[in-house]
Every structure is written in structure tokens, then in C-alpha cells.
């Protein structure tokens, strides 16, 4: 029942490293601290204080919560190695079928978590494109330009085009773009966190805080040369950035953290043009959860140390230091790099930022290129059981990619990417329904893990265990970030009920789309009960699944 090259028509050119490559791709920690710290520095509990003390250890749980998922999501590529483009959308239909279970529900299981993988794979480029149009409009205003909202909507259309244009060359070329994105991303979350360390360490006050007498010992020459601002660390000792300090923040923390790091499954998207599906899918997702996920704790730690109080912003007149200040930044981290470039390297800070800015907008693109590729082969299966439409399921001649998928997905990555740009609000709903997509997604593919290796021989604790905390974990956190972004009232609260909304019109869409497409068009993969065509299709999973 599974798709190979010649079922598929894709070609199989991708290694372990490019698996692995383009499940980093979509992870992205070059981007992700630029544009979620203000975020996390923003958030408070129920009483107003805040959990940005919490930030590192809110993302270590978040990134053991997500290994849970990784893991099921391997054991599932592991099973079914032949599952073609189509990611949990297959799984989901080989683990019923393997279990006993009636074409009606083996379909209506598929059919689910197919559509269901839209809300993330087809939303989240446009959050993507919609950070990148600020991104670009930052970056501008800070050279003295003047962004209108025109340009805004200018700058997404032109990022989407560009992914569109890339994606629409293969996933060879998007290995290669992505490979060389990684890399620099790298270099450069390393060079910055190692000056945070080294702006931690050298500053005269927290130098005389573990050594009092300091300055009689070190000779005068070189104590000047260390930073003059006398900063005082809102964490004082570097122990406390790795410790939880109140559990409740943690996991406030963690909802925001989760999202940070998910990306890793799809690698289960490219089984149809791997080359050792078998071998190098399972363990793509889980390298590339673990890399990407210690860049993240090593970032973050640096950026914990640096938070210090002579980091002001001041809003209406009124002054903000420290975790305050970056909640009140439109780009705290970008205020981190040029302090560190002015304070370390002799006033540099401009150009050090624009360096790690545009290092931000190569991790952007490689993050929206990965999910794009992702997306558009899970539409591709659908397509080519005539569960979506069916040009959605053909190839270009040439580049075999689904180019049609592409095409759309460029259009709408624009459209959703061109809204979010807008405002705050319009940012916050988008990403909230490529989140709830996310959460959802990952709690079903849990159960679909425990549905289908229940029985099998092996460790119970990958069987039974991990799928179970796993979706009780991913539902957990789809219910934390709904109730936060609610209990956030105003604005906050409002996009949260606009992807409430949404959320519930895309299933009504799914709904009326597969009772009507059941009555004009039996899935190729799995008829439906009653149709004239019945007996034919069911010939055709026989010869399926025999081969």
C-alpha cells in the first residue's frame, strides 16, 4: 500500500545527511531566538510576574516533550519504510489496515490527519513569510527608511516568490540551499554566544563579585580594557539559568519553547526520495532534533547571561531594563548584538547586528523552504488518492516535484504572510493556528504510533509508552497555549479566537469536502463502501498491496 519511485514517480537521491539536513532546515535555531525571545521575555504567570527566568529550562522540557514525538514518528518511519510522501497521512492508513480495521475507517483515519497537517504545513510558511517581511522592515528602520504598510505586503510577496522559485527546483537544490543555511547559521549562533559568555565574564562587576580584590590584581592596563559598563546580571549566577526556579513558569515557558523546535518530522515527508528509507528516515528525525535542539540550550544560555540591567528601552517616556526591556524590543536580541559590538569589538554594534540579521534571514528561508517541501508532497499524496485535487498529485516533468502544489502554496504563503505582517494581531492568530495544526497533528500521530505498534514485538516502553505521554503531552500543550493566549486578554485574546474560528471552518471544509468527494470519487488507495467503482479499486488495493 506504500509509495516507492515508481508508484510515486519521485526520484530517490537524498542520503542520511540530506534527511537530516532538511528536518534541520525546518527547526531553524538561527531564526527562532530572534523572533520568539521577546516573546518569552513578555510572558507572565496569572499574577503578573514574570517567567523569563525559566526560559532555559522551559526549553529543555519542551525539547524532551518533543522527543517523545520524535521517537513515535521514527518508530512509525521504521514500520512502514514504504509509506511514501505522505507522512502520518500513510502511516495512519497502513497502521488501521494492519490492524484489522474496515476501509471506511483506515480512510476516515487518513483523510484526518491529512488535512488536519494542512493547518501547519500551509500555515506556518506564511508565519514564516511574515517574519521575514519584519524582519526586512527592522532591519530598514533601523538604517533610517521609512516601511509602509505596501511595502510590508511588497516584502512577503517577494520572500514567497523566492522560497516558491527555490522549492520549484527540487528537493536537490533545497538540500543544497539548506546545507550551506545551516552551516552559516552556525558559525554565527556560536561567534554571538560566545561573546554574551565573554561579555559576562569580563564585566569588572561581576569579575569583583567572584573575586573582591580584583582590581589590585590585575594589572591596571587590562582592567581598563574590560567592559566599563559596570552591568549588574538580572540572573546573578549562572547556575540559576539552568535550574528551574518555579515549576508553573517552566511550563509557561515550555508553551511558548515547544514551538520553537518542531520541524523534525519532516524527513517523514521525503521517504519517497530517500534512498534507505528504512535506515536514514528514523534516525534523520532524531539527529536533527538533538543538534538543533543543543544549539538551542547553548544559545539561550548565552543569551540568559547577557541580560543585564544597563539593557534600557524606554516606551513613552518610561524606562525598561533588563527582561522588561526585551519584552518591550521589537527585536531584543538584536539590541544584545549591537551592545555586545559596541561594548566588545570598538563600536561595531551596527554592523555586527546587520551581520546576524541577515544570518536570521537565511535561517527564515531555509525554515519556510523545509516546510514548503514538506507540505506540498503530503498535498501530493492526497492528490494521488483524489482525497484533494488531483493536480495537487502530479509531478513536473522534469524536476519531479509536485510543482502545482508548489505554485499554490507560494500564492498562499504570500496571502497569510501579507496579513500577518499587518499587525501584531494578525501575526499572533496565524501563528496560533499553525500551532494548534501543529499540536493537533503530533497528538494524533502519537496515537496512530500506539495503534499500530501495540502488538509488536520489542521494548513496551517505545510501544506503549512513549505514544501515550506523547499525546498527552502534545494535548497538554495545545490546551496551555489556547487558555495563555486567552487569559492574555485584548488583542492577545481576540487572535485567539480568530484561530479558534479558523480552525473550526478548515475542519468544516474537510467535513464537507470528504462526504462530497465520496460521492463523486472513491480514493484510489481505499474505495468507499457502496460505489460502482467499489470492485475495481478494490482490485487495485489488492495489486497495491501484494506488491
Not at 251 to 262: D, G, N, P, S
Not at 272 to 300: M, T
Not at 360 to 388: H, Y
Not at 435 to 464: C, D, P, Q, W
Request: charged fraction near 10%; glycine fraction near 8%; aromatic fraction near 10%.
Amino acid at each position: 500500500m506504500g509509495e516507492n519511485e515508481s508508484t510515486t514517480g519521485m526520484k530517490k537521491t537524498l542520503g542520511l545527511l540530506g534527511v537530516t539536513i532538511n528536518a534541520m532546515a525546518l527547526i531553524a535555531p538561527g531564526a527562532f531566538l530572534w523572533i520568539t525571545y521577546q516573546v518569552q521575555a513578555a510572558q507572565t504567570d496569572v499574577n503578573g510576574n514574570s517567567t523569563a527566568p525559566d526560559m532555559w529550562f522551559g526549553l529543555a522540557v519542551a525539547i524532551l516533550i518533543a522527543l517523545l514525538t520524535a521517537i513515535s514518528y521514527s518508530a512509525l518511519a521504521r514500520r512502514y519504510p514504504d509509506a511514501g510522501a505522505g507522512s502520518s497521512y500513510n502511516f495512519a492508513v497502513r497502521a488501521f489496515l494492519d490492524r484489522g480495521s474496515s476501509n471506511r475507517a483506515a480512510r476516515g483515519a487518513k483523510f484526518t490527519l491529512g488535512w488536519i497537517s494542512h493547518l501547519y504545513y500551509w500555515v506556518y510558511p506564511g508565519v514564516m513569510v511574515a517574519f521575514m517581511a519584519i524582519l526586512i522592515s527592522y532591519i530598514l528602520t533601523t538604517l533610517g527608511f521609512t516601511i509602509t504598510p505596501v511595502m510590508l505586503i511588497g516584502f512577503a510577496v517577494a520572500f514567497a516568490a523566492i522560497t516558491g522559485f527555490i522549492s520549484y527546483r527540487g528537493i536537490t537544490a533545497s538540500t543544497r540551499v539548506n546545507l550551506i543555511l545551516n552551516i552559516w547559521q552556525w558559525i554565527v549562533l556560536i561567534s554571538i554566544t560566545v561573546l554574551a559568555l565573554i561579555y559576562r565574564f569580563m564585566n569588572p562587576q561581576y569579575l569583583t563579585y567572584l573575586i573582591p580584590n580584583l582590581s589590585a590584581i590585575v594589572p591596571s592596563q587590562i582592567y581598563s580594557l574590560m567592559n566599563p559598563q559596570f552591568a549588574t546580571f538580572v540572573i546573578p549566577n549562572l547556575i540559576n539559568i539552568i535550574t528551574p526556579q518555579n515549576l508553573s513558569h517552566v511550563l509557561f515557558q515550555a508553551t511558548i519553547a515547544i514551538l520553537l523546535i518542531v520541524g523534525f518530522e519532516s524527513a517523514t515527508a521525503l521517504m519517497a526520495e530517500a534512498k534507505n528509507p528504512s535506515r536514514d528516515i528514523p534516525r534523520g528525525i532524531i539527529i536533527a532534533l538533538i543538534v538543533q535542539g543543543i544549539c538551542y540550550l547553548f544559545e539561550y544560555f548565552g543569551a540568559q547571561a547577557w541580560i543585564n540591567t544597563s539593557y534600557t528601552v524606554t516606551v513613552s517616556g518610561q524606562i525598561y531594563t533588563g527582561f522588561a526591556a526585551a519584552a518591550q524590543s521589537s527585536a531584543p536580541i538584536g539590541d544584545m548584538v549591537t551592545n555586545l559590538g559596541n561594548s566588545l569589538l570598538g563600536g561595531y554594534g551596527l554592523q555586527l547586528m546587520l551581520i546576524v540579521a541577515i544570518s536570521v534571514a537565511a535561517a527564515i528561508l531555509g525554515t519556510t523552504l523545509a516546510c514548503m517541501n514538506t507540505g506540498v508532497r503530503i498535498s501530493f499524496a492526497m492528490g494521488q488518492d483524489n482525497e484533494m485535487p488531483r493536480a495537487l498529485g502530479e509531478l513536473h516533468k522534469r524536476n519531479r516535484i509536485p510543482h502545482k502544489g508548489v505554485l499554490v502554496l507560494a500564492v498562499a504563503s504570500a496571502v497569510i504572510g501579507a496579513f500577518g505582517a499587518l499587525t501584531v494581531t494578525n501575526l499572533t492568530a496565524i501563528a496560533l493556528i499553525s500551532n494548534i495544526g501543529t499540536f493537533i497533528l503530533y497528538g494524533l500521530t502519537n496515537a496512530v504510533a500506539f495503534f499500530a505498534l501495540a502488538k509488536e514485538r520489542g521494548s513496551i516502553f517505545i510501544r506503549r509508552v512513549i505514544p501515550n505521554i506523547g499525546a498527552a503531552a502534545n494535548i497538554a500543550m495545545l490546551v496551555a497555549v489556547v487558555y495563555i493566549a486567552i487569559l492574555g486578554g485584548g488583542a492577545t485574546q481576540y487572535a485567539a479566537f480568530l484561530a479558534i474560528a479558523a480552525t473550526g471552518v478548515w475542519a468544516l471544509i474537510g467535513v464537507t469536502y470528504f462526504a462530497m468527494n465520496s460521492k463523486t470519487a472513491p480514493s484510489s488507495m481505499l474505495p468507499y463502501p457502496g460505489k460502482k467503482s467499489v470492485s475495481k479499486s478494490i482490485s487495485k488495493s489488492k495489486s497495491l498491496k501484494a506488491e
